[in-house]
């Protein structure tokens, strides 16, 4: 059974940084690439960064561009989020999420239950 | 960017009825379109990829159709578990974007 559980999240004043993490099993997961989505609350989903399998290719938002760095190790199963220069409309619930199919389609099967990430002061 | 504009942004409809999603993309986007519901509370769930596959365990009153610049999430007949927020997303390129979502209620 797949699962991805996010963790890291919490309260952060502006300005400040976290480190979310998503643990994946049920699945091979250097195959697959990973992809963080966030939520604000009351709001819609907006895609922030995906990974390839391999790790090679990476893709930003605009909006986290320069101020986010998605990472993962295969060794771990672990996919990683770096959030630096954290802003108010950072917050959000972030959410991992898997490609439904192998070599990077960017369209996502699994979800884990995301992880609440509050910038304020 | 290719700009994703899902209509209605919410809709009320009665059990039963058919009930009907547009998202429409900016420049076309061929048939690299996906559907998710999401109900409250809950996590995403993927409905439809490729502009009109359903995946696997989705009941079949769910279809998509459409490519190119203009797509539609069908639900043949309105269930009270369909209660939920409905978003396209885009993947022929980057950015990966969503549409702004639609909000589904029973009458």
Not at chain 1, 38 to 47: F, H, N, V, Y
């Amino acid at each position: 059974e797949v699962q991805l559980v996010e963790s890291g999240g919490g309260l952060v004043q502006p300005g400040g940084s976290l480190r979310l993490s998503c643990a994946a099993s049920g699945f091979t997961f250097r195959t697959y690439a990973m992809t963080w989505v966030r939520q604000a609350p009351g709001k819609g989903l907006e895609w922030v960064s995906s990974m390839s399998g391999s790790g090679g290719s990476t893709f930003y938002a605009d909006s986290v561009k320069g101020r986010f760095t998605i990472s993962r190790d295969n060794s771990k199963n672990t996919l990683y989020l770096q959030m630096n220069s954290l802003r108010g409309e950072d917050t959000a619930v972030y959410y991992c999420a898997k490609d439904r199919v192998e070599g990077g389609w960017y369209y996502f099967d699994y979800w884990g239950r995301g992880t609440l990430v509050t910038v304020s002061s | 960017d290719i700009q994703m504009t899902q209509s209605p942004s919410s809709l009320s409809a009665s059990v039963g009825d058919r009930v009907t999603i547009t998202c429409r993309a900016s420049q076309g986007i061929s048939n690299y379109l996906a559907w998710y519901q999401q109900k409250p509370g809950k996590v995403p769930k993927l409905l439809i990829y490729a502009a009109s596959t359903l995946q696997s365990g989705v009941p079949s009153r769910f279809t998509g159709s459409g490519s190119g610049t203009d797509f539609t999430l069908t639900i043949s007949s309105l269930q009270p578990e369909d209660v939920a927020a409905y978003y396209c997303q885009k993947y022929n390129s980057v950015p990966w974007t969503f549409g702004q979502g639609t909000k589904v209620e029973i009458k």
